[in-house]
């Protein structure tokens, strides 16, 4: 089965990190640019971090830079995401996407995850 599947979220308190992971079944991630978004209660999706197919160039939104950390491991056909210094208003339903191409990031997705929820409270 095509599929991405999304692991790692978790209650976390203000200040602390995770590790979340976008693993692809049925096909690998070598072609595809990797799209990180999250959407919380009430409000819109929103992009987070992304990195590309080709040379493993990486974008990040302002709410997400110096904080946020992804890479790809092609041979284990994942992605990750290292969330560090976790701020209440990062709570949201994290999950991937991906799209067969050479850009950083997805703009049409071929492949949608269901998501990890990420709750940050004390």
């Known amino acids: 089965q095509v599929q991405l599947v999304e692991s790692g979220g978790a209650l976390v308190q203000p200040g602390g990190s995770l590790r979340l992971s976008c693993a692809a079944s049925?096909?690998?991630?070598?072609?595809?640019?990797v799209g990180w978004f999250r959407q919380a209660p009430g409000k819109g999706r929103e992009e987070v971090a992304c990195?590309?197919?080709?040379?493993?160039?990486?974008y990040y939104t302002e709410a997400a830079k110096g904080r946020f950390s992804v890479s790809k491991d092609d041979a284990q056909r994942t992605v990750y995401l290292q969330m560090n210094s976790l701020k209440p208003e990062d709570t949201a339903l994290y999950y991937c996407?991906?799209?067969?191409?050479?850009?950083?990031?997805?703009?049409?997705?071929?492949?949608w995850g269901e998501g990890t929820q990420v709750t940050v409270s004390s």
């Open positions: 990195i590309s197919s080709s040379d493993g160039s990486t």
């Open positions: 996407v991906a799209e067969r191409g050479l850009g950083i990031c997805p703009s049409e997705a071929d492949y």
């Open positions: 049925g096909f690998t991630l070598d072609y595809y640019a």
